[in-house]
């Protein structure tokens, strides 16, 4: 579904656009091939905690956000920050394919000067609300853009994806504290909840479950859902609550990392931060283009 | 310090309405920041429990204060969100726990992302030294300068304050606002012009030049006055621009005094006196230099006042070295010492 912009130049993807499941399906196993060979072409990358969120890149960027990839900057655009920015060799392939960039600027990604890094830069590559890197700090940026919306009184959203590891940083809570203190109900959090921080199982480190009561508790509606399932991502993002509602809204996307690969998911550390030999390489790919028609 | 009573701040109360023997004064920050947002739908004020000080604008707009509690770094990267939505945050601060807790928000979000966000650190140096290390702010600026694309400035005054905010209201970058307390002279008549990253001339001399920021101009300003009976002629230089730096003020107090004494409450390691003194090596220009801050060592707990006393930030101290410094640079030059 696209609407033209209020000055009618622009077309802007509404939210709740029409997309069959097959299709959201498909497009994550398409995000990872393009991950695959990003990282091949820089030579590292993070594979398991991007193929952990294709689902929700997929049903974000292909359904749930209002968008303007014409206009990047277009003040009533929902706005999406990636937390986890070390997954941004997932976003790159959407972005170009949506047409904030030319595919080509993925060509040059790894190389020194190319406006798409592993983590993403906002003053470098359209599409990015904010740039991202220090694990913590975007839900607090959330916050910022979230109150700047209630200022401003526009009524997009702003979602922010974070790891579940992530949540292990204190000023993610002082964000948290102050999006309910706020009433932000124009927040909307979703952990990517894969249970793996690059050092091992997230909670083996320091625990953060029970997550969902841990947010009521801070004041947020928070609910589980399996981050690989679109249609209940589907149905989760056309549920959010009106922006100007007061609540700010979390949704756990309980996920594996490695999702996609038999590889990765039986073994997700080895394939936190790395690069697959050409024969693996081969492997994931066939085992994932397997799956689309 | 002889007089017992300690002269401190209570920060949770309006400077104006402070109660007991504290010092009492004009509210410049309160004040400047409600004009500002009176005048411009763009400056929103963020605090971190610092809210004491702009009652006047909470009154005025407050839909434009937006209070976070005791949680710095969450301020500084929420002030981000909202300078990406097209606003000019101003984010108060305590000196303390300014650059050096948020130091990487500052870094990350801010400068890396050249957002305009005004980080203004108030209490600086020793201000809030009674009570205890955790308290003495003393190597922001040795922080803040390492910063790519952050701006950072000292004002020696509340003229000088006003006019910093007012100069720099439309830069496009972040900026650090390093506020000295005990700037009880108006070094300015009127607010000065601040051109970016140029020092200030406060007053001419031949045989010293003392640069001082924040609280050092008008301790070296004093200092000078007392030894002009003396015969010593001094200069001035305000240094409120501590990035960018005036390279070429220090090369021109170096060819007209070849003495420089640099004044400053903050560490002698990464501060102004270090600046003036990698701008001299690198272009390897002679010139007797002392730098007049604090130690790189702890530092004793006290009263403000009595702080400054101890290490020296205080007129008589500031004026004895200057004595020595252009004695020494006259023996080096092979001139009698004296008065001119």
Request: with cysteine; proline share 6%; glycine share 10%.
């Amino acid at each position: 579904m696209t609407a033209l912009s209020a000055d009618g130049k622009t077309a802007v993807l509404e939210r709740g656009r029409e997309a069959t499941p097959e299709e959201l399906a498909r497009r994550a196993d398409w995000i990872r091939l393009q991950t695959v060979q990003l990282i091949d072409r820089a030579g590292l990358g993070h594979y398991s905690s991007t193929f952990s969120c294709a689902e929700l890149f997929s049903v974000l960027y292909y359904r749930a956000l209002r968008l303007n990839p014409n206009d990047p900057g277009w003040g009533d655009r929902d706005r999406f920050l990636l937390g986890k920015g070390h997954v941004a060799t997932g976003l790159w392939p959407v972005l170009a394919d949506l047409g904030y960039f030319p595919a080509s600027y993925m060509e040059s990604f790894g190389q020194i000067g190319s406006p798409l890094s592993d983590h993403p830069n906002m003053r470098t590559a359209p599409g990015i609300d904010f740039s991202s890197g220090s694990l913590g700090h975007n839900l607090s940026v959330g916050v910022g853009i979230a109150l700047a919306g209630r200022l401003h009184g526009r009524d997009y959203r702003t979602f922010v994806l974070t790891g579940d590891g992530e949540l292990q940083e204190g000023q993610v809570w002082e964000a948290i504290m102050s999006a309910s203190h706020y009433g932000l109900g124009n927040l909307v959090a979703i952990v990517d909840a894969n249970g793996f921080s690059g050092g091992g199982p997230t909670s083996k480190a320091m625990n953060i479950e029970p997550l969902a009561s841990r947010f009521e508790a801070f004041g947020w509606t928070a609910q589980e859902v399996d981050g690989h399932d679109v249609e209940a991502l589907s149905r989760t993002f056309d549920a959010l609550p009106d922006p100007g509602s007061d609540r700010p809204v979390c949704i756990v996307a309980r996920t594996m990392k490695g999702k996609g690969s038999k590889m990765m998911e039986e073994s997700p550390q080895a394939w936190h931060l790395g690069l697959l030999a050409p024969v693996q390489r081969d492997q994931v790919v066939r085992e994932i283009e397997a799956r689309l028609p | 310090m002889t007089d017992a009573t300690p002269q401190m701040e209570n920060v949770f109360v309006e400077e104006d309405e402070q109660a007991g023997p504290g010092p009492r004064g004009p509210n410049i920050v309160g004040d400047e920041l409600a004009r500002l947002v009176s005048e411009r739908d763009d400056v929103v004020v963020l605090s971190a429990d610092m809210g004491a000080v702009v009652a006047k604008l909470r009154e005025l707009r407050p839909e434009r204060y937006v209070e976070l509690g005791i949680a710095e770094t969450n301020t500084v990267s929420v002030a981000a969100g909202l300078a990406a939505s097209g606003f000019v945050p101003f984010v108060l601060s305590m000196g303390p726990f300014g650059a050096i807790k948020c130091a990487e928000q500052i870094r990350t979000d801010l400068a890396y992302n050249e957002l305009p966000v005004r980080f203004v650190a108030r209490l600086s140096g020793l201000a809030m030294g009674f009570f205890g290390p955790s308290h003495h702010a003393v190597e922001d600026i040795a922080i803040a300068r390492s910063i790519t694309n952050l701006t950072v400035v000292a004002p020696s005054s509340d003229n000088a304050f006003v006019a910093l905010v007012r100069s720099t209201i439309d830069h496009p970058g972040p900026i650090y606002f390093r506020i000295s307390e005990g700037l009880d002279r108006e070094l300015y008549p009127e607010p000065p012009r601040f051109e970016r990253g140029r020092f200030v001339p406060v007053r001419a001399g031949t045989d010293a030049t003392v640069i001082g920021t924040g609280v050092g101009v008008p301790l070296g300003l004093a200092a000078a006055e007392l030894l002009e009976p003396e015969g010593l002629s001094v200069g001035v230089l305000d240094a409120a621009y501590l990035k960018p730096f005036d390279d070429e003020a220090v090369l021109r107090a170096a060819a007209e005094t070849g003495a420089i004494l640099t004044v400053e409450e903050h560490s002698v390691t990464g501060g102004l006196g270090a600046t003036v003194a990698e701008v001299l090596g690198r272009n390897a220009v002679a010139a007797s230099l002392r730098i007049h801050g604090l130690p790189d060592e702890e530092l004793a707990v006290g009263v403000p006042a009595a702080l400054q006393e101890w290490y020296g930030l205080t007129p008589a101290a500031i004026a004895a070295e200057l004595r020595q410094l252009v004695a020494e640079r006259r023996a080096a030059l092979g001139v009698a010492s004296g008065g001119a």
